[in-house]
């Protein structure tokens, strides 16, 4: 795909002076890149994937200090994937990533992927790190990595990472798509199958998002959204059928089983 695909990463971190060591990670180009301002850094990284798809992460840098929370508030919002840098050899290093990740979820309440990366080269530091990440994905409920920047498959790793923030942001932008959509169809047609729905979105729609996944994925989307949304789904002839059951009037069940005289009659109070 000869189209770039950019995606905005936020880098959050206890200590500003960690952003030099990513420099290590992401290669010559990412420190001839980087640009600094009052609270934040800014950079970018590509990533050539095995489907031929090439992604640009945008790396906003933002300082952990609490005097840059505006800042790192504007900066954060519309971030499609986290990195925290972690130190544990620096005391309270832990709780204000908890803080700073807190945070960032106050300004983006969503679910995207997450790494843990360990400036530091010593493993029982990595465990540390590894530890950091469990709780982390016990309180978020999905798996978050955490890496040495120096581990031998590093490479690998981000180019995974990268990866789960093209398919997330993916998602999400079809899932919400697909609630527009819906609403407007089911005013003229009563079932539609899956894979026309998929062809009409890739023709109406030309959101880049819309090349970044297969049929197979966005038809698992269509499926999840179709329940999601309260239609019902036809696995025989793998369509929606946009009819929904039509809510019952509590009155006319009162009244069909009183009767309609003993339903009119005036409410009268015994002495």
Known sequence: MSQRQIFKIAILSHDSFLFERLFDVFGVDFEKAMTQ???????????????????????????????????????????????????????????????????????????IPIIILNVEENIEQLSKSTSFAKDIARWR??????????????????????????????????????????????????????????????????????????????????RQAILIEGFDYNSEEKAIVYSKPIKTNPWTDYEDKLGPDEYNKPKVEKL
């Not at 609490?66 to 050899?89: C, E, F, V």
């Not at 978050?144 to 120096?150: M, P, R, S």
């Not at 047609?189 to 970044?212: F, G, H, M, N, V």
């Open 141 to 222: 409920g999905y798996e978050v990595t955490a890496i040495g920047k120096d581990t031998t498959e590093i490479d690998d790793i981000l180019t995974e990472f990268m990866t789960r923030v093209k398919d997330w942001q993916a998602r999400n932008v079809i899932f919400q798509t697909l609630k527009l959509y819906f609403n407007l169809d089911a005013i003229n047609a009563e079932k539609r199958s899956i894979s026309k729905i998929i062809t009409q979105l890739r023709k109406i729609y030309t959101s880049q998002y819309y090349e970044l996944l297969s049929d197979k994925e966005i038809f698992n989307i269509v």
């Open 37 to 111: 301002t009052s609270g934040a850094s800014f950079s970018y990284s590509h990533f050539d994937m095995e489907d031929g798809q090439r992604l640009t992460a945008q790396f906003w840098m933002l300082d952990g200090s609490p005097q840059w929370s505006s800042i790192r508030n504007l900066y954060m919002k519309g971030a499609s994937g986290i990195i925290i840098l972690h130190d544990p050899t620096v005391k309270n290093a832990t709780e204000i990533n908890r803080r700073l990740l807190k945070e960032f979820v106050s300004v983006n309440r969503f679910q």
